[in-house]
């Protein structure tokens, strides 16, 4: 009797297998036929991608959660995108990193992903076309803000056209087992920060902690040496055939880092927005009070405020804010033409969807 329920079941799969491989297919010719009719123009709009996503985690009945409807149908669209014209991504590698983990979050699999040595690299190779787009870390929830993105959005002429959040998960890998002989750790400098505690547990106080430019180039070291550890995450460690010594070492649970996706496009609304700007203000007392007063005026609510060296004098400071909204709904606009009145130097970075977790 269970082999005849067994078979009944395996028989709907595969009956439901075709009638969705069949479904797939009409997806992406209908896809093609847009590409066509675009005749060569952005063939990525993340403004339609976030509605899709949020439309099928919305109307999704279960038994499969949210985020694994979500995950399939970024799939899809990356293959089906992929018929027009592959995306090239750029990321701070080697390959492994977490980065690199957020491009495929964002893009799927089908784009093609390209390490970069360095973020500067990364921007660089965007910003002249060479490569489509970049992802660039630009905020930790322990260890706040990534200075050096920061930095290059203040002069570059890249736009943000979307976000990635992804939870992190440290791991403590080697290529020998256990912790016995380890001399030194090597990680990205956050990385380290944010397993600090765990370290000082569980490993001796002698052990050396070396920073490095990614954690995927600290697993790739520690596949070369014994003596020494990387923390990374699974795909390093899979990347370089690492053992896990341990698993999520991050002091802080919910350790999430924030990802920007930036290109030449400016993008439409979606429905659930977020602005980006930098701004400067004079240096003297209430000057950031009277700034931000047309973002409150206006009732738009702000998500950050982030302040940096603007290198263009001492103490002198620029300001970044993210905004919730659409630069193109009236209440945004409003508060821009306000903000502009007030300082010297108003950069809007890009209106761009909230990324769908």
Same mark, same amino acid.
């Given at each position: 009797?269970?082999?005849?329920?067994?078979?009944?079941?395996?028989?709907?799969?595969?009956?439901?297998?075709?009638?969705?491989?069949?479904?797939?297919?009409?997806?992406?010719?209908?896809?093609?036929?847009?590409?066509?009719?675009?005749?060569?123009? @952005?063939?990525?709009?993340?403004?339609?991608?976030?509605?899709?996503?949020?439309?099928?985690?919305?109307?999704?009945? &279960?038994?499969?959660?949210?985020?694994? @409807?979500?995950?399939?149908?970024?799939?899809?669209?990356?293959?089906?995108? $992929?018929?027009?014209?592959?995306?090239? %991504?750029?990321?701070?590698?080697? +390959?492994?990193?977490?980065?690199?983990?957020?491009?495929?979050?964002?893009?799927?699999?089908?784009?093609?992903?390209?390490?970069?040595?360095?973020?500067? +690299?990364?921007?660089?190779?965007?910003?002249?076309?060479?490569?489509?787009?970049?992802?660039?870390? @630009?905020?930790? !929830?322990?260890?706040?803000?990534?200075?050096?993105?920061?930095?290059?959005?203040?002069?570059?002429?890249?736009?943000?056209?979307?976000?990635?959040?992804?939870?992190?998960?440290?791991?403590?890998?080697?290529?020998? +087992?256990?912790?016995?002989?380890?001399?030194?750790?090597?990680?990205?400098?956050?990385?380290?920060?944010?397993?600090?505690?765990?370290?000082?547990?569980?490993?001796?106080?002698?052990? =050396?902690?070396?920073?490095?430019?990614?954690?995927?180039?600290? $697993?790739?070291?520690?596949?070369?040496?014994?003596?020494?550890?990387?923390?990374? &995450?699974?795909?390093?460690?899979?990347?370089?055939?690492?053992?896990?010594?341990? =698993?999520?070492?991050?002091?802080?649970?919910?350790?999430?880092?924030?990802?920007?996706?930036?290109?030449?496009?400016?993008?439409?609304?979606?429905?659930?927005?977020?602005?980006?700007?930098?701004?400067?203000?004079?240096?003297?007392?209430?000057?950031?009070?009277?700034?931000?007063?047309?973002?409150?005026?206006?009732?738009?609510?702000?998500?950050? /405020?982030?302040?940096?060296? !603007?290198?263009?004098?001492?103490?002198?400071? @620029?300001?970044?804010?993210?905004? =919730?909204?659409?630069?193109?709904?009236?209440?945004?606009?409003?508060?821009?033409?306000?903000?502009?009145?007030?300082?010297? /130097?108003?950069? %809007?970075?890009?209106?761009?969807?909230?990324?769908?977790?």
């Amino acid at each position: 009797m269970s082999e005849e329920l067994l078979k009944q079941h395996r028989d709907a799969i595969d009956a439901i297998d075709e009638t969705i491989l069949k479904l797939i297919n009409e997806r992406a010719s209908h896809a093609r036929e847009i590409g066509e009719i675009k005749g060569g123009g @952005v063939i990525y709009r993340p403004e339609r991608e976030a509605q899709v996503l949020r439309r099928v985690k919305d109307h999704n009945p &279960g038994p499969l959660p949210g985020e694994s @409807v979500a995950r399939l149908f970024r799939e899809i669209m990356s293959e089906c995108l $992929a018929l027009e014209k592959p995306l090239s %991504v750029a990321y701070l590698g080697p +390959e492994g990193t977490f980065t690199q983990l957020a491009a495929i979050k964002h893009f799927g699999h089908a784009a093609h992903t390209v390490a970069c040595s360095s973020i500067d +690299e990364a921007f660089r190779l965007v910003e002249s076309r060479a490569l489509d787009y970049v992802v660039a870390p @630009v905020e930790n !929830s322990t260890e706040g803000a990534i200075g050096r993105t920061l930095d290059l959005m203040i002069s570059s002429p890249l736009k943000i056209c979307g976000e990635v959040v992804l939870r992190i998960h440290h791991h403590l890998l080697r290529g020998a +087992e256990g912790t016995n002989g380890i001399r030194r750790v090597y990680a990205h400098a956050q990385a380290l920060a944010q397993c600090h505690e765990w370290l000082n547990k569980n490993l001796p106080a002698d052990v =050396e902690r070396v920073s490095v430019a990614s954690n995927a180039e600290a $697993a790739r070291l520690a596949s070369e040496d014994t003596s020494a550890a990387a923390i990374a &995450g699974q795909a390093a460690a899979e990347r370089y055939n690492l053992n896990k010594i341990a =698993e999520n070492i991050e002091d802080e649970p919910n350790n999430t880092t924030r990802f920007l996706v930036l290109g030449h496009q400016d993008v439409t609304p979606s429905g659930k927005d977020k602005t980006s700007i930098i701004v400067a203000a004079p240096n003297r007392p209430g000057a950031v009070h009277s700034l931000l007063a047309p973002v409150a005026d206006n009732g738009v609510s702000m998500t950050k /405020f982030e302040s940096r060296p !603007s290198r263009a004098g001492l103490w002198d400071y @620029v300001f970044f804010i993210d905004m =919730e909204g659409h630069r193109s709904e009236e209440h945004v606009a409003k508060a821009l033409e306000g903000l502009a009145e007030r300082t010297s /130097f108003v950069k %809007v970075l890009g209106s761009y969807p909230v990324a769908v977790i």
